[in-house]
Nanobody, 126 residues
Framework: QVQVVESGGGLVQPGGSLRLSCTVS????????MAWFRQAPGKEREPVSC????????YYQFSVKGRFTISRDNAKNTLLLQMNSLKPEDTAMYYC???????????????????WGQGTQVTVSS
């Protein structure tokens, strides 16, 4: 059984930073393509970033490009999302998602991911 667990959310002031973590249990972590999504109240869940199984390819939603960095440490079974220069509009529940794939590109489509965490809340406010 695959379990996805996020951590690291919290309250931060505009311009601040947070780092989210995600672990996956059940299978080998480097078998999984990974992604972060987020959902603000009253809005659809939207993609933030994705990363291939090797970490060699990453994609970002335009609004976070240059501010967020996705990375993974396969030896530690951990996915990270470093979020800098946070804005109030980044406020949302952030979800980690996984799919079994070793392809050389990753997807930002929600429907492609089979396994989801419960989410971690990020609030950007003064």
């Amino acid at each position: 059984q695959v379990q996805v667990v996020e951590s690291g959310g919290g309250l931060v002031q505009p311009g601040g930073s947070l780092r989210l973590s995600c672990t996956v249990s059940g299978g080998s972590f480097d078998d999984y393509e990974m992604a972060w999504f987020r959902q603000a109240p009253g809005k659809e869940r939207e993609p933030v970033s994705c990363i291939t199984w090797s970490g060699g390819t990453t994609y970002y939603q335009f609004s976070v490009k240059g501010r967020f960095t996705i990375s993974r440490d396969n030896a530690k079974n951990t996915l990270l999302l470093q979020m800098n220069s946070l804005k109030p509009e980044d406020t949302a529940m952030y979800y980690c998602a996984a799919r079994r794939s070793r392809r050389d590109w990753c997807s930002l489509m929600r429907s492609e991911y089979n396994y989801w965490g419960q989410g971690t809340q990020v609030t950007v406010s003064s």
